[in-house]
């Protein structure tokens, strides 16, 4: 394990020297004079589009919010769960100082499992543990080109586990980010970050970037958690190359590694000679190294098709376990218009994911090594009906090694009336796909003092007759363009949740072994709950003037669980409590002066049942100031209105904390 | 630690190279490429004799209403010569002192309003450049469209030659001809 970390320090230093040395010998390329360009030649320049991006998305059949680079730098957010929660549906709760919860529309925990994230068409949904480790996912926000969060099923496109939503994270192209840039913050969080990047060209086509990053997130203090311990420190490295193989061929190769180094505060069973529960700190590692190939041709007539492969290593440690595991990932895809009509993607899919844990004593997986595929091919048509009217009809079809052949279909149907107005309205069905954890998983998770001084141990076991948790998902919205100032998107949705993933309880026993006379209280999962949610979710942006914009949205969620007869599960029925029932915040905008500005966020969550966490209001601010084309300072304040607030209960172990005010200030240099 | 370290080191190294006055890295906007477009456009296209009273007189760029450019294409235009002759760029709020204009911009953002504005220019010597969609079909001459990440050409040789203008066959065999429905 040490040897492993080692090789990925050795690669860190590696990749930090040759964006060293390039940026030595690089030959600066000379400021491109666009006017001396020739026709032909601007023809050719890739450009920046926001037009054509809004243009697309208006006419999507489907719940979409995408974070832009203005909302990313305005934002004066220092990671992606905080940028994420400006998307009305998303719910974002910090639980300690490192460690986030992210679901979209209910079921919200530290492994959230109904969300899959996709960073540049690369899943970081964690096979093992069903969830994502956001602490693990970080890009430089300043590489980010933008954010796209889908309310709702995508598993039509993008398979099992998009089932209440996708986070598509997507970094800036090589050419989008020569120069060099020079991040550095710090915080009253005890927080401090830097970045250093340089990209450049290579040959006559190609444009690469390579940065080297560091960031800190400091311990809590002690007024918000016992014994606090949640710190982290994140080491990064990484690359990204797009070649221009032709006119019609685009390559692009990228990777990082990247270390996690911290802690976290847990209450849960302990193991000694008589195992006990307590609170306690432990260390927390992830490390996490990845490559990608994406390449993409497009024929002469407009149809293209694009090849991906990735590969993604990773290991994380903590004292319930080890967990190490390799992916590969390989995507064909093709669009093509079929005649004048149909507008047609389909594409095939392979992966690969080699899982090996290493036990801890309170929790084993069995078996402890497995390796499982997932393969599969969607395709889906959209098709012109009339000049106004589109219907997208697909699925996807997959098969996992848990449950076999899976069909995710969905309908869409999209009328735009005019060019400023669309309503659409949509059907689909998704799945969750059952990981190692709900087939494998041994855990202790408690202890209990029983009478005449005998203890119980609760253990905890997978179910090897593994079900997929399905979602019917039904959906209507309207988006406009009122004038050129406002702006409206709304959303309605009902949800029809089957096969919950319950912890029912099986008959207690009396052992001796290991060493100790003890009952065990077993529970064993099974799926045997439904659920049923609906909603709505609003946004609009209002350019009061040219120097002002706000942005106010709204979250509504009604969601109600519901435990078939023949479940013991006395717990799953509270599942709603862990989300909000409703929420707003309203962004404010202002540019001061041409290079001044000020930034509000205003946001009610309101309480959870589980705990009585109460509702909450948060204030953030930022001011930015721009010096000359090269310099950016800003300051941002957070959580202004109190000292501190909680925003999560106390499960998973994790012990929340209350997320304090804190202060932020960061120096951007770019040359 | 060593990553620190070699990090402080990067920082030094850049810090000394900041002395060689690297290249500023942005990427093209959308709005530098169509405004390279515009300056690019004065050399492929004869206004009629008498648009300019003297030899040296400016090419005049004019954007009505909002200004998607920013100072890029001022920045862009400035000290460059076509012939003889500089260019100028003017503001303006709307069309009524649009006759000292050679080539007239109307962005995106005077959607409303494009029919009206180009209804007043109609016949003059002005080359109209636009990027909405039914710019064209409007009757203006020139229209940007994205394409993908590019920026093609729209154009309308019918509306040029009732402003009397010559549109150089170089700009037109790069365009997509659009031809005025009877």
Not at chain 1, 48 to 53: E, G
Not at chain 1, 254 to 275: K, Y
Not at chain 1, 471 to 495: K, M, P, W
Request: net charge negative.
């Amino acid at each position: 394990m040490s040897e492993w970390r080692l090789w990925l320090r050795v690669g860190v230093i590696l990749v930090l020297s040759v964006g060293l040395a390039t940026l030595g010998s690089a030959q600066t390329p000379a400021p491109p004079d666009l006017t001396q360009f020739s026709l032909e030649d601007l023809m050719n320049v890739e450009v920046t589009s926001v037009s054509k991006k809004q243009q697309k998305i208006a006419k999507t059949g489907a719940a979409i919010f995408v974070i832009t680079q203005e909302d990313i730098r305005r934002s004066g957010a220092t990671n992606i769960p905080d940028l994420l929660r400006m998307v009305p549906g998303v719910d974002v709760a910090r639980i300690d100082h490192s460690t986030w919860a992210v679901s979209i529309r209910g079921f919200n925990g530290v492994y959230a499992n109904k969300v899959l994230v996709l960073i540049d068409g690369r899943s970081v949904y964690h096979p093992a543990y069903s969830g994502v480790l956001w602490y693990a996912q970080d890009v430089p926000l300043e590489d980010l080109e933008r954010i796209e969060v889908i309310r709702g099923p995508g598993g039509t496109v993008w398979g099992a586990n998009a089932m209440n939503g996708v986070i598509n994270i997507i970094t800036k192209s090589a050419q989008e980010t020569r120069g060099g840039l020079i991040v550095g913050g710090g915080g009253s969080d005890a927080q401090a970050e830097g970045l250093i990047q340089y990209g450049g060209t290579a040959g006559q086509n190609g444009d690469y970037r390579v940065y080297g990053r560091y960031s800190n997130l400091g311990k809590s203090d002690a007024a918000t958690l016992a014994q606090p311990a949640d710190s982290k420190r994140l080491e990064e490295a990484g690359f990204r190359s797009d070649w221009n193989l032709s006119p019609r061929d685009l390559l692009t190769v990228q990777g990082e590694i990247r270390l996690v180094d911290g802690g976290q505060t847990v209450t849960g069973a302990i193991a000694q000679a008589v195992p006990a529960v307590g609170t306690f700190s432990e260390p927390v590692a992830d490390d996490d190294g990845n490559l990608l190939a994406r390449w993409t041709h497009t024929f002469v007539n407009g149809s293209d098709i694009s090849l991906q492969a990735y590969f993604d290593q990773s290991h994380a440690s903590a004292s319930v376990g080890d967990d190490w595991s390799s992916i590969g990932d390989l995507d064909f895809q093709n669009h093509l218009s079929a005649g004048s009509r149909n507008d047609v993607v389909w594409g095939l899919s392979y992966r690969v994911n080699a899982n090996r844990f290493g036990s801890s004593d309170v929790v084993t997986l069995n078996p402890l090594r497995r390796t499982d595929s997932l393969y599969g091919t969607f395709v889906q048509d959209e098709i012109t009906l009339t000049k106004a009217l589109s219907l997208t009809l697909g699925s996807k079809f997959e098969h996992n090694d848990y449950t076999g052949f899976e069909i995710e279909p969905s309908a869409q149907l999209v009328w735009t009336p005019s060019a400023r107005h669309t309503i659409w309205a949509s059907a689909a069905k998704a799945i969750r796909q059952p990981s190692n954890i709900d087939e494998g998983l041994q855990a202790v998770s408690s202890v209990v003092a029983l009478p005449q001084g005998l203890i119980g141990l609760v253990t905890l076991s997978g179910n090897p007759n593994t079900k997929v948790e399905q979602l019917h998902d039904y959906e209507a919205g309207y988006r406009a363009q009122l004038n050129r100032r406002l702006s409206l998107d709304v959303t309605g949705f009902v949800s029809f949740y089957q096969n919950l993933e319950t912890l029912e309880p099986e008959a207690p026993y009396f052992a001796i072994a290991p060493g100790f006379p003890h009952y065990v209280i077993p529970f064993i999962y099974d799926y045997k709950a439904h659920a049923f949610s609906y909603g709505a979710e609003a946004f609009a942006n209002w350019n009061v003037t040219d120097r002002w914009r706000i942005s106010p949205s709204l979250t509504m969620l009604d969601l109600s669980v519901t435990r078939d007869p023949s479940s013991q599960d006395s717990t799953i029925e509270q599942l709603p409590g862990y989300s909000p029932r409703r929420s707003f915040q309203v962004r404010s905008f202002i540019n001061l002066r041409r290079s001044l500005e000020w930034d509000q966020t205003i946001g009610y969550t309101g309480p959870l049942a589980v705990e009585n966490i109460p509702g909450y209001v948060r204030l953030d601010t930022r001011v930015g100031w721009r010096l000359g084309e090269f310099w950016e300072f800003s300051v941002v304040g957070q959580n202004l209105l109190a000292p501190r607030h909680a925003e999560f209960p106390n499960i998973d172990f994790v012990d929340h904390m209350q997320d304090q005010r804190s202060a932020f200030g960061k120096i951007t240099w770019r040359f | 630690m060593n990553l620190t370290l070699s990090l402080i080191l990067f920082l030094g190294t850049a810090l000394q190279l900041r002395a060689q006055a690297l290249a500023p890295g942005s990427p093209f906007d959308e709005y530098q490429v169509k405004a390279a477009f515009l300056y690019n456009f004065a050399k492929f296209v004869e206004w009629p004799l008498g648009t300019f009273a003297n030899s040296s007189d400016p090419i005049v760029i004019c954007i009505v209403g909002q200004n998607p450019f920013g100072s890029t294409l001022e920045d862009m235009v400035q000290g460059k010569k076509i012939g003889d002759r500089f260019f100028a760029v003017r503001r303006l709020p709307d069309t009524q002192q649009a006759g000292k204009c050679q080539i007239l911009f109307i962005g995106a953002g005077e959607w409303k309003r494009t029919r009206a504005l180009l209804d007043s220019v109609k016949g003059a010597a002005i080359l109209t450049v636009g990027e909405t969609d039914d710019f064209t079909a409007l009757g203006g001459v020139v229209s940007f469209k994205l394409d993908g990440p590019r920026v093609r050409l729209q154009i309308a040789p019918e509306a040029g030659e009732r402003g009397r203008l010559r549109i150089s066959s170089k700009l037109l065999s790069l365009a997509e001809i659009v031809k005025r429905q009877p």
